[in-house]
Nanobody
Framework: QVQLVESGGGLVQPGGSLRLSCAAS????????MGWYRQAPGKQRELVAQ???????YYQDSVKGRFAISRDNAKNTVYLQMNSVKPEDTAVYYC???????????????WGQGTQVTVSS
């Protein structure tokens, strides 16, 4: 059974920084895409940033130049460094990973439990 466990959320002032981490554990053969989504109250879940197994990165326009995604393949972990945060970044942030547990199983999407990020003075 694969699990994604997030950490690093909390309360931060506008203009401040926060670093989210997400570690995948369990029986894992290959991790393809790893990414971060967020969902604000009353809004749909949206993709914030994603990094594939080759290191190609995608950012949502609203976070370009402020957020940085990275991954440590040896630790099966993805990070989201959030700088110059704004009140509109307030949301529950979810880690997502496309994982193949074994060569005889198809790829599957896995989700973390979510971590609250609140940007407020």
């Amino acid at each position: 059974q694969v699990q994604l466990v997030e950490s690093g959320g909390g309360l931060v002032q506008p203009g401040g920084s926060l670093r989210l981490s997400c570690a995948a554990s369990g029986i894992i053969r290959i991790i393809y895409n790893m990414g971060w989504y967020r969902q604000a109250p009353g809004k749909q879940r949206e993709l914030v940033a994603q990094i594939d197994s080759g290191g190609t990165i995608y950012y949502q326009d609203s976070v370009k130049g402020r957020f940085a995604i990275s991954r440590d393949n040896a630790k099966n972990t993805v990070y989201l460094q959030m700088n110059s945060v704004k009140p509109e970044d307030t949301a529950v942030y979810y880690c997502n990973a496309e994982i193949r547990a074994s060569l005889v199983q198809p790829n599957r999407d896995y989700w973390g439990q979510g971590t609250q990020v609140t940007v407020s003075s």
